[in-house]
């Protein structure tokens, strides 16, 4: 006993501690510094050395201990904004942005973009006229075009796209990123013209039979690595994801985002791939932002002998870094895309009668669970629909309750309010893409859902009234990557049709500031060291007219950002 409660005196020791940097002090002064802290939550001036926070105070007095004897230099380039914590993004994918941000955009909502602004379009005459125009406009093969919905634009499949472009190799992603349709000249581009040479990919490929269509040029969910594998010659070039990363990059600047997460590290080109292209990314010297890379379990399952511990170690020593964190957690899947109705729905099911797809059969994902959970993983767990929620809860209710280890549910389109309760009782966290209900609400009330359930998408303020800890992300390109808009869909749930559904499930103020902040970082295991303004955290802030608290909540919807500072660069 003796031993173990010296232990911390030991650990505590002066001459145990490493010697901390001593750099020059830059003291920023602001109108008010809203710091998400309970504790201290308003400040007027923050101290800052080696990109950390020393402290902060309501007086440059109170800042004297940390000044005294050293450089400093007081910064009042923001006297008269509102400091607020760098904003988090807990889930994006580089890649796919980099890439998606190389193709043109033909979806039902509006994008502004580096460059490009894309206005959405519906019904499907406009849509066919839209993406003719678009085809004639592009140059090079095979070209992609991102953004179809069906229940917006009309049916599309291979008859559909050879009646608007026969002759050139023409791909339509669709707005969930989970489906592609190919016209014949882009199946004859990939080699996949017959029934045989088509089927034999998929079978290679390891994909569902029914996730892959050749008579109509569908390569959906588990069949989409498929189309990927033969595209990755032209999305992958070297100039297109230079372009793309650098647009990633300006989108999360101008929107004061400066963490985010890859919540499927490797789904491209395979983790050790594109773990390399995001370091080199980020890594650069005018980087203004860091990003956590979290593999795909099934990618990792695919390593003969795997041992995680040894996969752990070697990734985090080859990539980590300032700007680049590995840490011990793992992304599932369990059902299909929510912007495709692809998700698992309960009973009744969709009103069409058709039936949602697994992207990892229950038996599989059983067996990655239990897996990674006693490996010591933290679990990051795509689940979209209430039939993939019964059966992902269940499954964790039987895992082994470890500390050290958390369960974030990513996506969360649709659940019941009894599986509320259970995400409570197994001390779960949740990122939510609020997207869902903007864009969906009135078209799933209308085709697949009905009007009751469409509009309980999203069911957050239920996770608020249980104290859930909360993140919003944008999964872009499923939405703009813009927390202060994704904060404002979440206290509004206005639809794109400029109807709020729901309200009972809108978030406070408090808890949707919470969500793009604190509650971000710590659904990625991050609020350690960012997500408010205090001592000991990275120095991240973006600089505001207005405080986030005081503005009418349409304010949020296009929140001007003056500044944005990563690790107290401006």
């Given at each position: 006993m003796a031993g173990f409660s010296a232990a911390p005196l030991m650990a505590a020791s002066p001459a145990a501690l490493s010697p901390q940097r001593r750099g020059p002090v830059t003291v920023f002064e602001a109108r008010s510094i809203v710091t998400m802290e309970q504790a201290l939550p308003s400040a007027r001036f923050m101290a800052v050395a080696d990109g950390t926070i020393l402290g902060v105070a309501d007086?440059?007095?109170?800042?004297?201990?940390?000044?005294?004897?050293?450089?400093?230099?007081?910064?009042?380039?923001?006297?008269?904004?509102?400091?607020?914590?760098?904003?988090?993004?807990?889930?994006?994918?580089?890649?796919?942005?980099?890439?998606?941000?190389?193709?043109?955009?033909?979806?039902?909502?509006?994008?502004k973009l580096p460059g490009q602004n894309w206005q959405g379009v519906a019904g499907q005459e406009a849509y066919r006229r839209r993406l003719k125009k678009v085809i004639d406009g592009q140059?090079?093969?095979?070209?992609?075009?991102?953004?179809?919905?069906?229940?917006?634009?009309?049916?599309?499949?291979?008859?559909?796209?050879?009646?608007?472009?026969?002759?050139?190799?023409?791909?339509?992603?669709?707005?969930?990123?989970?489906?592609?349709?190919?016209?014949?000249?882009?199946?004859?581009?990939?080699?996949?013209?017959?029934?045989?040479?088509?089927?034999?990919?998929?079978?290679?490929?390891?994909?569902d039979p029914e996730h892959g269509d050749f008579a109509k040029g569908i390569f959906s969910e588990t069949a989409l690595q498929v189309a990927i594998g033969k595209l990755r010659p032209v999305?992958?070039?070297?100039?297109?994801?230079?372009?793309?990363?650098?647009?990633?990059?300006?989108?999360?600047?101008?929107?004061?985002?400066?963490?985010?997460?890859?919540?499927?590290?490797?789904?491209?080109?395979?983790?050790?791939?594109?773990?390399?292209?995001?370091?080199?990314?980020?890594?650069?010297?005018?980087?203004?932002?860091?990003?956590?890379?979290?593999p795909i379990a099934s990618e990792l399952d695919s390593y003969p002998n795997f041992d995680p511990e040894a996969w752990y170690k070697r990734t985090r020593d080859k990539f980590a870094s300032d700007k680049i964190i590995v840490d011990k957690r793992v992304k599932l899947f369990v059902d299909g895309a929510f912007f495709a109705q692809n998700m698992r729905m309960g009973s009744p099911g969709y009103s069409d009668g058709h039936v949602g797809k697994w992207l990892t059969e229950p038996d599989v994902m059983r067996d990655q669970l239990a897996r990674y959970w006693d490996a010591g993983f933290s679990l990051h767990i795509h689940v979209n629909g209430d039939e993939g929620a019964a059966v992902l809860l269940d499954t964790l209710g039987k895992l082994p309750h470890r500390l050290a280890q958390t369960v974030t549910l990513?996506?969360?389109?649709?659940?019941?309010?009894?599986?509320?309760?259970?995400?409570?009782?197994?001390?779960?966290?949740?990122?939510?893409?609020?997207?869902?209900?903007?864009?969906?609400?009135?078209?799933?009330?209308?085709?697949?859902?009905?009007?009751d359930r469409a509009s309980l998408m999203n069911r957050l303020g239920s996770l608020e009234r249980t104290w859930t800890p909360l993140g919003l992300h944008s999964d872009f390109n499923m939405a703009p990557i813009d927390p202060f808009y994704l904060a404002w869909i979440a206290q509004t749930r206005e639809g794109i049709d400029g109807v709020a559904r729901g309200e009972e499930e809108r978030l406070s103020r408090w808890k949707a500031l919470r969500a793009i902040t604190i509650e971000a970082a710590q659904v990625i295991g991050m609020n350690d060291t960012i997500g408010s303004l205090s001592a000991g955290k990275k120095a991240d802030f973006v600089a505001l007219d207005d405080d986030p608290f005081e503005v009418e909540t349409d304010a949020m919807k296009e929140m001007p950002i003056a500044a944005t500072v990563f690790e107290g660069v401006v």
């Open positions: 007086s440059l007095d109170e800042l004297g201990p940390w000044t005294k004897d050293r450089e400093t230099k007081v910064d009042r380039q923001f006297a008269g904004k509102v400091l607020f914590p760098g904003l988090v993004d807990p889930h994006i994918h580089p890649m796919q942005a980099a890439v998606m941000l190389g193709m043109p955009f033909v979806a039902p909502d509006d994008w140059s090079g093969e095979p070209i992609v075009i991102w953004g179809h919905h069906e229940l917006f634009h009309g049916p599309m499949d291979r008859q559909v796209l050879d009646a608007i472009e026969r002759d050139r190799p023409v791909i339509v992603w669709q707005r969930s990123f989970h489906d592609v349709f190919a016209n014949s000249a882009a199946l004859r581009w990939m080699d996949l013209d017959t029934k045989a040479k088509f089927d034999a990919a998929i079978a290679a490929g390891k994909a999305i992958l070039a070297p100039k297109k994801l230079q372009s793309g990363f650098a647009g990633l990059q300006t989108m999360m600047h101008d929107r004061g985002v400066t963490t985010t997460a890859d919540m499927a590290t490797g789904i491209f080109a395979g983790f050790e791939m594109e773990a390399g292209l995001i370091a080199n990314a980020f890594n650069r010297p005018n980087g203004k932002a860091r990003v956590s890379l979290i990513e996506h969360l389109g649709y659940c019941t309010e009894a599986q509320i309760e259970q995400i409570l009782q197994l001390g779960l966290m949740v990122s939510a893409q609020p997207n869902y209900i903007r864009v969906l609400g009135d078209v799933y009330s209308r085709t697949g859902l009905g009007a």
